[in-house]
């Protein structure tokens, strides 16, 4: 990674809005740095980030995975290794080139007998993607482990989103102290999506974690997002887009 790249990582508890929330800060960033190189990343074996940027999945990082994996298990040791020294470029290959970004998803998750090597040399080979673009996203699964662990050690910024449940800034508050030992982040915010309530927020507090946009319920999108269009079709002033740059800007991304 160069030393200029921006890595927004968000992560939290399911369902609370991560990949919407995901999806429109490469929409806000692809508006407004039509200069940048931009990659969103999809970290959660749904593969729901493609879907709200209106992006055709076709391989993912994991496929390329298993086809080094099948090499080895198959006694082709040199097949394998020509696979590693060509992961790369089979990565570049997969991006998804969208509306002025790329698109990368990781894929299933790992499942028994996966070779450790292999996920280590491809976190590295990300890593080093990474560093081609000015600004990565990447929609995490819930918790901070699966980022670390498949991806990168390192973000620049972490987002964290729940919504104005209790269990919701109790996971988010966990997934600030996991960060905070495994992750090198230089600044941390996060993000209350789904308020119906605005009174509820003065009893929400994460400790630690100042708060940078709260985000009122909005059944237009939902419905959008059931029908399964993009967030480019959402309107600039959908309550997700506000929310979402006030976040980047509060964050000096924006």
């Given amino acids: 990674m160069n030393d200029k ?9 399911g369902g609370v809005g991560k990949t919407s929330i995901s999806a429109a800060f490469v ?11 931009i990659l969103a990343i999809d970290a959660d074996p ?34 394998a290794i020509e696979m590693l020294s060509e992961a790369r470029y089979r990565i570049i290959d997969s991006l998804i080139e969208e509306r002025s ?12 007998g996966c070779y450790c090597k292999v996920n280590a040399y491809l976190k ?39 919504d104005p449940s209790r269990k919701g800034t109790q996971v988010v508050q ?3 102290r996991v960060a905070d030992e495994m992750v090198m982040y230089e600044r941390c915010g996060a993000i209350i ?4 309530d605005p009174g509820a927020l003065a009893y929400i507090h994460i400790e630690g974690v100042p708060i940078l946009a709260t985000i009122e319920d909005d059944r237009a999108h939902a419905s959008n997002d059931i029908r ?25 991304i924006l």
């Fill in 5 to 13: 790249t921006k890595i927004i990582a968000v992560s939290g508890k």
């Fill in 27 to 37: 929409r806000l960033l692809a508006e407004r740095k039509p200069d940048a190189k």
């Fill in 46 to 79: 749904a593969i729901g980030l493609s879907t709200a940027l209106g992006v055709d999945v076709k391989t993912t990082l994991d496929d390329i995975r298993k086809g080094i994996v099948t090499s080895v298990e198959d006694g082709r040791p040199k097949e």
């Fill in 101 to 112: 970004f790329s698109f990368l998803a990781i894929g299933r998750p790992e499942g028994a």
């Fill in 124 to 162: 590295e080979v990300i890593s080093l993607l990474a560093g081609d673009f000015d600004y990565v996203v990447i929609d995490g699964e819930a918790g901070i482990e699966q980022i670390n662990r498949r991806v990168m050690e390192k973000v620049t910024h972490l987002v964290l989103v729940t």
């Fill in 174 to 176: 966990t997934i600030k």
């Fill in 193 to 196: 999506n789904r308020v119906s």
């Fill in 228 to 252: 399964g269009l993009s967030v480019f079709e959402l309107p600039e002033d959908a309550p997700v887009m506000r929310g979402a740059a006030e976040a980047l800007e509060k964050l000096e």
